[in-house]
């Protein structure tokens, strides 16, 4: 049941749970997938489990960091290792595929990591030793050697992770764009991000938001999960119903949908048929355009008839490049307020209908072509960062991480049931 289940999974190349839980159950899989191989000479998974280093390497920053994705403990629990954090999976993968390219990038980190298993006593939250026993000189020994190496192609700066996740992604030695659609929610340590984009330059500018601080604390459970707490839509119903895919307990937003209660399917069949919540209806990719179009439908279906966003990076275009976000909503009410949130790292500055979020050598210029009449507003500082339905879900630990200043929220003056943004987010120097 394992291995078709592996395979239907990660047949986009990625791992639904995000670049820590994601590279941390890949190193598990590997392992029993080069024991199967040690004994039989046979690869039992699809050439799609080789595939999934490379979303590592592309969610890799050109600072050394990662893009924070789905639950992220690189950046709270382990300083030591978080400015390289795929050496081992990367050893695994090498051992695996014998590619070259994941070789090279395990030894460029190895400085950073330990050689020895987690019961001697280094604990991997502190001292930085691969948890679980999983990487020792013995297993450097047995698998080093398994598979011959062999010379890697150099990756192009753009990449398409297909179906059932549905991610574009783009970098270069100083830019970073991320575009995912998310079509099948991946439950656990995944969030309720369908539709979310991510800037980096130089810096993070347009980020994701909140904190990992443990897996069970309000501040995970009712903000970092939810949908506001991305750069996603919220389609909020002021009568805050309970609907079948929302907990009861669970602060309303406007999100998304939260299949069978956030609860995980135990068969294929039940991810497949009830976690659905978008579908890429057309994609493009090249040195100069890459453009992502999800129909978010289904994750919206208890606001909304419709929803659609097209997101389209021009790297060339403008100063350092320019994402521009389109989003058409069709809601059920005229009642109902449909959101744009734009989450960064520091105050940002509002003038007319342009939003703009520096670090310090970039800053993105943000342009509200759509809606007309809009109205934005800035939310966050002390206090105000993780704000959901009028509460802030503060948490004690945010030394090391990119937990946020708080939001952007963008609106439409008038309350129609149409609502259509148009966001233009041009990357410009800072110095």
Known sequence: EYVPTCDYMFSSGYHHQGPAYGAYRYTCLLWGALLLYSMSGEKVFSSHLEEVADSFLYLTRPDGETLRLGDEFYETKAPYTRNAPFAIPMFFAAAYTGNSRYYKTFAEGLDREYLVPSHCGLDYYIGGAYGEGLFSPTVHLIWNNLVPQVPSDSLPPYRYFGSPVGLTIWKDESRLVLMKIGELWGANHDHFDTGCFQIYCDGILASDSGVYDGYGTDHRKFYTISTGAHNCLTVFDPAKPNHDDIAPETPYDGGVRRPCRGREPIKLEQWVQNYRMATVLSHKESQTLCQIEGDLSEAYRHTCHKVIRNMCWEPQKGEKGMLTVHDLVDAKSDSFIAAFHLHC????????????????????????????????????????????????????????????????????????????????????SNL
Not at 350 to 362: H, L, R, Y
Not at 378 to 387: L, T
Not at 398 to 410: P, R, Y
Not at 415 to 428: G, I, K, N, R
Request: hydrophobic share 35%; glycine share 8%; aromatic share 4%.
């Open 345 to 428: 790292q520091s105050a940002p500055e509002v003038s007319g209908n342009v939003i703009t979020i520096s670090n310090e050598k970039a800053k993105l210029v943000c342009r509200v072509l759509q809606p007309e009449k809009s109205v934005i507003r800035a939310i966050g500082g002390e206090g105000q960062e993780f704000v959901v339905d009028g509460v802030n879900y503060d948490t004690l630990d945010k030394e090391n991480t990119e937990a946020g200043w708080g939001q952007v929220i963008i609106t439409s003056e008038s309350q129609t049931a149409h609502t259509e943004f148009l966001v233009e987010m041009e990357l410009q």
